[in-house]
Each structure stands twice: as C-alpha cells, then as structure tokens.
T-cell receptor, first 111, second 115 residues
C-alpha cells in the first residue's frame, strides 16, 4: 500500500549545524522523489527533487540522497538557519503526476 | 505575481452545509490538483485534472465534486459537510502529468472548519 514515512517526526538542531531528515518509501516502482518545505500557515514549497537514475543531487545548501537498495531518501541541510524551521515532506511518484507524501518531519532550529 | 491562489483562506461553517473553494493558477500549467491535509499534517491527494479532464480520483466521497471550467481553474465543491471534513485543503498545479520533472506548485491553503 502507500507508505512513504519518516523516521523522526521532530528534529531539533542548533543554528549553524547540519540537519539530516530521513524518509523511507515502499514502492519500488517510484522513479521520482521530491522534498517539500512547509512553513506555518503556508502551502508546501518545492526544495529539491531527484530521479531514480541518480543517487545524489545538490542544490543551494541542500543535498538529497537516494538509496534505492533500501528505499531510503534523505535531505541534508548545511549550516541550518532559523529560516529553515518548518515541516519537511518527502514525496514519491510511482506514476507520473501522482505524488504520495510522507508524514512530515518538523525541523526546529535553535539560535 | 501569485502563482496558485485559493479563496477563501478560512472557511467556518455548520455541518450539513454546502460550500465551495476556488483555485486559480496563472502559471500556464496543464494539470491541477486538490489535496487534503489533516490535523497531523498528513497530505493526501484527492483529485487531479489535466486540461479540464479528471485523471485522478482518490476514493473521495462523492460529496466532493471538483469542477474545472478551464485549465487555469479547479474549484472544489463539498456537499453536506461533515465534522471529518475539517482540514486544510491545498490546490496545486504542475506543467503536465507524465512529465519526468513533476514539481507541483501549491497554493496557500484553505482552512475549513466544520462545526
């Protein structure tokens, strides 16, 4: 069934430290994965995506790692800032157009 | 400059009423979606339309009826509202279904409270 989940529902980090948010997915047919950030009172905002033919992709201060062997996805945020505080969702797409979202991890950055 | 907009932002209503939420996107996208986010922040797709045609319908009660007058608009009408319908509803759009890069752009959400 649909099961994109996160290992930790909450994560608290010190400002300036690196953050790692993990995600497990269950559908081997998924070929596209996205990380979204949702700030309080707002809609989800795209952070970074990765296709199944890659195992790593870097953006500005963010890196997504994909391990298809164990069906694991992670989002790394370098030098975490207070503005990074939000709920982070991973999502998988087993077929084009449909995104299955995980439960979400709330990241809290302490100054 | 608003990419995906929804109205209203907040909606408080009594059980049994009928209400609508409107969504518009000015991105020129072909595909639009409705999601429901519950109190635990879980986001689940409800519907998807591509060029005004329904392509995804996720076992949503038929009290929910999406309507797409054109590809820039996807409205959600809910009949006979129930307490369990209380949630935040998000509209989203993307360039095309089946596109390898399927980034979806989300609206700000509509918080529906059924009393």
């Amino acid at each position: 069934g649909e099961n994109v989940g996160l290992h930790l529902p909450t994560l608290s980090v010190q400002e300036g430290d690196n953050s790692i948010i993990n995600c497990a997915y269950s559908n081997s047919a998924s070929d596209y994965f996205i990380w979204y950030k949702q700030e309080s009172g707002k809609g989800p905002q795209f952070i970074i995506d990765i296709r199944s033919n890659m195992d790593k992709r870097q953006g500005q201060r963010v890196t997504v790692l994909l391990n298809k062997t164990v069906k694991h996805l992670s989002l790394q945020i370098a030098a975490t800032q207070p503005g990074d505080s939000a709920v982070y969702f991973c999502a998988e797409s087993p077929q084009g157009g449909k995104l299955i979202f995980g439960q979400g991890t709330e990241l809290s950055v302490k100054p | 400059d608003t990419a995906v907009s929804q109205t209203p932002k907040y909606l408080v209503t009594q059980m049994g009423n009928d209400k609508s939420i409107k969504c518009e996107q000015n991105l020129g996208h072909d595909t639009m979606y409705w999601y429901k986010q519950d109190s635990k922040k879980f986001l689940k797709i409800m519907f998807s339309y591509n060029n005004k045609e329904l392509i995804i319908n996720e076992t949503v009660p038929n009290r929910f009826s999406p309507k797409s007058p054109d590809k820039a608009h996807l409205n959600l009408h809910i009949n006979s509202l129930e307490l369990g319908d209380s949630a935040v509803y998000f509209c989203a759009s993307s360039l095309a279904t089946g596109d390898l890069r399927n980034e979806q752009f989300f609206g700000p959400g509509t918080r529906l409270t059924v009393l």
